[in-house]
């Protein structure tokens, strides 16, 4: 069974910088799409980064170009989202999730819609 669980989210300021983690379980990341993906009080959910599936190639999306990474460790079976430099924009509920299969990233919308495996979110608020 695929699981993913988040953590790391908490109240920061900003300026300050946060890093989730996702524990994934059930699948290795060689076979999936992975990836960060959050939502903002009153907004549709929006890809901040991610890895194709296919050739390992990572998306991260402009508003936080320069200022976020995302990464991975194959051996323990996580993968990272480090937040530096966070502005109160980047306050929301930010989830991980997977997709099998052979994934370009030209194949991924922001929305998401694609993975099928999701986290339950961890919290992240930035506070001017």
């Known amino acids: 069974e695929v699981q993913l669980v988040e953590s790391g989210g908490g109240l920061v300021q900003a300026g300050g910088s946060l890093r989730l983690s996702c524990a994934a379980s059930g699948f290795t990341f060689a076979d999936y799409a992975i990836g960060w993906f959050r939502q903002a009080p009153g907004k549709e959910r929006e890809g901040v980064s991610y890895f194709s599936s296919t050739d390992g190639v990572t998306h991260i999306v402009d508003s936080v170009k320069g200022r976020f990474t995302i990464s991975k460790d194959n051996a323990k079976n996580i993968f990272y989202l480090q937040m530096n430099s966070l502005k109160p924009e980047d306050t929301g509920v930010y989830y991980c999730?997977?997709?099998?299969?052979?994934?370009?990233?030209?194949?991924?919308?922001?929305?998401?819609?694609?993975?099928?495996?999701w986290g339950t979110g961890t919290k992240v608020t930035v506070s001017s």
């Open positions: 999730a997977a997709v099998y299969g052979d994934w370009p990233l030209e194949l991924i919308r922001s929305s998401g819609s694609e993975f099928a495996y």
